[in-house]
């Protein structure tokens, strides 16, 4: 079946350093993929849409300066947490659809709990 | 602007009843899925509903879809402590990239 990688699963560093964050579609092509954020008991919110080969869309709040998002194939899309700072601890999820078949579900990657000290 | 609704957003039920998630979202779409998530992980997909009237099963888990009513349910048959987990639903934009709008979700707890 379809599989979404992600990785790293677990990021802790200081406050004021930037971490990436890869999403990679295994085994599918996808142009499109979701970045989420969810605090602890708390539902997905959708952060930006990252589309291959042109600039992602970000949700209103969500600083484009802060979270930079990178699609350059169809099968990696990457998003910088730049000079993160305790606030911006979060798991983050991405989520991937084959391309084509828009009747099939979003596939998440197993998340990236990021903790800012 | 789409919003999705959950209720219960808790449950707890003892092994063996039943019970019913529902999902209600206030605008026009053509998709919606349900997930589930365990604690510290990411989610799962059950089930997806692309039709008014659809309905799916998977074990003890069926998923209903009213495009009118703009509803869907999940129904939980003679529950076992295995589907202890977080179940969200989440309704597609129709236009553009299909983003996902998700419920709250609904923590359910099944004891033994």
């Known amino acids: 079946g379809a599989v979404v990688s992600q990785h790293p699963s677990r990021v802790i560093c200081k406050s004021g350093t930037s971490v990436k964050i890869e999403c990679r579609s295994l085994?599918?092509?996808?142009?499109?993929m979701f970045w989420y954020r969810q605090f602890p008991k708390q539902s997905l919110m959708l952060m930006a849409t990252?589309?291959?080969?042109?600039?992602?869309?970000?949700e209103q709040g969500v600083e484009k300066d802060k979270f930079l998002i990178n699609h350059a194939s169809l099968t990696l899309s990457t998003l910088t947490v730049t000079s993160a700072h305790p606030e911006d601890s979060s798991f983050y999820i991405c989520s991937a659809r084959h391309t084509g078949y828009s009747n099939q579900p979003q596939h998440f990657g197993d998340g990236t709990r990021l903790s800012i000290l | 602007e789409l919003k999705v609704e959950q209720n219960p957003l808790f449950l707890s039920m003892q092994e063996g009843k039943n019970y019913t998630i529902y999902c209600n979202y206030s605008?026009?779409?053509?998709?919606l899925y349900w997930y589930r998530q365990d604690p510290g992980k990411s989610l799962e997909s059950l089930f997806v509903l692309l039709s008014n009237g659809a309905v799916k099963q998977e074990g003890r888990l069926m998923a209903s879809l009213d495009t009118k009513a703009r509803l869907s349910t999940l129904h939980i048959t003679a529950a076992v402590h295995d589907l202890s987990a977080t179940y969200f639903c989440a309704v597609a934009h129709i236009q553009g990239a299909q983003k996902l709008v998700f419920g709250q979700g609904t923590r359910l707890t099944i004891n033994p």
């Open positions: 990252s589309n291959e080969g042109s600039k992602a869309t970000y």
């Open positions: 605008t026009t779409s053509d998709r």
């Open positions: 085994d599918f092509q996808a142009t499109t």
